[in-house]
């Protein structure tokens, strides 16, 4: 439990990071193209781009822990709580086929591309494409974990959304 409280706290670092630099490059581009006599940068896109991707990557696996993943609640809250446990089961199932498929397609493309460079920043397209694989074993890691305690569950799976109205 330490090694994935440490892995959480470096993840979150990384997200943090990654979205200071896209406000900051996104910031200064807009005041390069606004403030008269400031020269035009063209890494800020660049760099707002990638820091994006490196977000959505990784920010998805903390909403598979808190359980406030996209569902369609209209089908979800309908049924009994019965159907609704095994529609979570089935649907961590194939989640974590998923992400497993992801992480293998993504490490094919972090290697297959090794070589390619950035247009603007210069750095290699290793350092952009290596948020498909992390991103992927990030979210397969809260998935797995979110699954055994489902299985585990007596009690009917409840959505972010329904947790917060229990507790008002």
């Known amino acids: 439990m330490i090694v994935l409280n440490v892995f959480r706290k470096a993840e979150r670092l990384v997200m943090y990071i990654a979205y200071t630099v896209l406000v900051v490059a996104t910031l200064i581009g807009i005041i390069t193209r606004i403030v008269p006599g400031f020269k035009n940068i063209v890494w800020g896109m660049e760099a707002s781009r990638f820091?994006?991707?490196?977000?959505?990557?990784?920010?998805?696996?903390?909403?598979?822990?808190?359980?406030?993943?996209?569902?369609?609640?209209?089908?979800?809250?309908?049924?009994?709580?019965?159907?609704?446990?095994?529609?979570?089961?089935?649907?961590?199932?194939?989640?974590?086929?998923?992400?497993?498929?992801?992480?293998?397609f993504g490490l094919k493309v972090c290697i297959t591309n090794k070589n390619q460079m950035t247009a603007s920043l210069g750095i290699t397209m290793n350092y952009v494409y290596a948020c498909m694989p992390l991103g992927a074993f990030c979210m397969l890691l809260e998935k797995v974990i979110v699954f055994i305690q489902d299985v585990k569950s007596k009690t009917a799976i409840k959505t972010m959304s329904e947790e917060v109205i229990d507790r008002l």
């Not at 994006?52 to 009994?80: A, F, G, H």
């Not at 019965?82 to 961590?92: G, H, L, T």
Request: glycine residues 0%; neutral net charge; contains cysteine.
């Open 51 to 104: 820091c994006m991707v490196w977000l959505v990557m990784l920010i998805n696996s903390v909403n598979i822990k808190e359980r406030d993943e996209i569902v369609i609640e209209v089908l979800i809250t309908r049924v009994p709580d019965k159907v609704r446990r095994i529609m979570a089961i089935i649907s961590d199932m194939l989640v974590i086929a998923f992400l497993i498929i992801m992480f293998w």
